[in-house]
């Protein structure tokens, strides 16, 4: 898995914050466990439930940040689109749009941060400057033109 320096610097933020939370639950667990009673009650409940979410998301994370390879140059030589490149595509000849291809886990289209495992991103890797790809959409089959690649 490839991650951008930026990507791979907010999962790490998170997880410090999901050990963080892991933490707090912990405590808030301890306080409200009553040892004489046999039957828990519901707060506490709810709260290993909400801990035992917090734990598998800091698993995942971890994992990830294992398993990745941070990006530094995003071009080649041969100036071919990558995770971690930024391109302007003209959307069937009319809107200019640019997006940042980024790996799943950085993905938010919000931002123009788009997955390279999304029908657009697979569709751009290994594309090069003026290459036309087509990707069916929502609206219909969409020609998208490379107009340039940062």
């Not at 639950?25 to 801990?51: F, H, R, W, Y």
């Not at 689109?81 to 930024?86: L, Q």
């Amino acid at each position: 898995m490839y991650l951008t320096q930026e990507g791979y610097d907010k999962l790490n933020a998170q997880l410090i914050d999901l050990k963080s939370k892991s933490d707090r639950l912990i405590t808030q667990i301890e306080d409200v466990a009553q040892p004489d009673e046999s039957c828990e009650d519901g707060l506490a409940t709810q709260l290993k439930e909400e801990l035992e979410v917090v734990n598998d998301s800091i698993d995942k994370i971890e994992s990830a940040l294992k398993m990745s390879e941070i990006i530094n140059d995003t071009k080649s030589s041969t100036n071919d689109i990558r995770v971690g490149s930024k391109v302007k595509i003209k959307i069937s000849g009319k809107t200019e749009k640019e997006f940042h291809i980024v790996s799943e886990l950085e993905a938010d289209p919000s931002k123009n941060m788009i997955s390279d495992l999304s029908p657009l991103g697979q569709a751009l890797l290994g594309k090069v400057l003026n290459d036309e790809v087509q990707v069916v959409a929502p609206v219909g089959k969409l020609t998208y033109k490379i107009v340039s690649i940062y």
